[in-house]
């Protein structure tokens, strides 16, 4: 059997013949897959109400997001994607050993040892804390906090039906952050863009739990996925239609214009047309539409954003 072949077998859910997967050289191929590298959705996803947050905050004070920090929350973003990743691996090794996409994972497959998984992990947030630290006091003391709801997040699927909120809390964190990093405060538009974020969040993490709702079922793995059940598009629906709501409230907060409209009519329209594949979707609808939020975010990003680059250059 081909590497590549041994690979995409491994992990079902991976894009075998991605760019990074062709460049990763076999001994790294395990810290790849631990920081999911390979999979760039979640870091996407968790990009994307960082630079909702910047370019909202640009709005405000009719200019367009700032460069920097963009570019700094996209490193943050990655490495701190791949520290969460990787210490939610690092608790679930067991449980991933009982379900059928995630038992070829490097902790639970035997190629990755906790303790290198643990230094891993060390050497990814200390690239997230380096980034922190080009932030204000107040954006530093905010990030800080976030690590609280991000080691809760890992063990709340043991106890409770509603995971996906928890992991809400923890990637819509950005919401919060792009706005105290301009300001170094927070206001209104920052809280309600982490409410939208939040509902986003749950939304379309219940649609990735759907592939695993089967499996989870027998080990006791708790997911909104198995809660709503049956009623799974009348679930994601609902948050779907809060995070738009929020967003709208978020963005007339900060007063953006008819741009900004058009960009949250654009992320509106992309959530109404996941739902209407949601319904009996098989597993590999399910990952295509979880993947496809990352370009929901980004249309509702360019909104906010051209609008600011608009209102900077005819004042």
């Known amino acids: 059997m081909s590497a590549e072949a041994s690979r995409s077998e491994a992990l079902p859910d991976a894009r075998p013949h991605s760019f990074i997967l062709r460049l990763t050289p076999d001994f790294a191929l395990p810290y790849v897959q631990l920081a999911r590298l390979d999979r760039p959705a979640g870091w996407q996803l968790l990009l994307a109400p960082c630079w909702w947050a910047t370019a909202l905050a640009g709005d405000a004070v009719h200019r367009g997001p700032d460069g920097w920090r963009l570019l700094l929350f996209l490193i943050g973003a990655i490495a701190m994607r791949g520290a969460g990743c990787t210490y ?160 709208q409230g978020a963005m007339l907060a900060a007063g953006g214009g008819w741009i900004a409209e058009l960009g949250w009519a654009a992320f509106t329209a992309h959530l109404a047309w996941q739902l209407s594949q949601v319904e009996g979707a098989s597993d590999a609808t399910a990952l295509r539409l979880f993947r496809a939020n990352r370009d929901a975010g980004l249309l509702l990003f360019l909104g906010f954003a051209v609008e600011g680059w608009l209102r900077a250059a005819f004042g």
């Open 88 to 247: 939610n691996d690092i608790l679930d090794r067991d449980l991933d050993a009982g379900v059928a996409r995630t038992k070829g994972r490097p902790l639970p497959s035997g190629r990755v040892t906790a303790r290198a998984a643990a230094l891993f992990l060390v050497a990814q947030a200390l690239i997230g804390f380096v980034v922190l630290l080009t932030f204000n006091r107040f954006s530093i003391g905010l990030g800080l906090a976030s690590l609280i709801v991000v080691a809760i997040y890992p063990l709340t699927k043991r106890v409770t039906s509603w995971p996906q909120a928890a992991l809400g809390l923890a990637f819509s964190w950005g919401a919060l952050m792009g706005w105290s990093a301009r300001f170094g405060a927070l206001g209104s538009p920052a809280l309600l863009l982490y409410a939208a974020a939040f509902c986003w969040t749950i939304g379309y993490d219940t649609i990735y739990a759907l592939q695993d709702a089967r499996d989870d079922a027998i080990i006791g793995i708790k997911s909104t996925a198995r809660l709503f059940g049956r009623h799974a598009r009348l679930g994601v629906g609902a948050f779907y239609l809060l995070a738009s709501l929020l967003a």
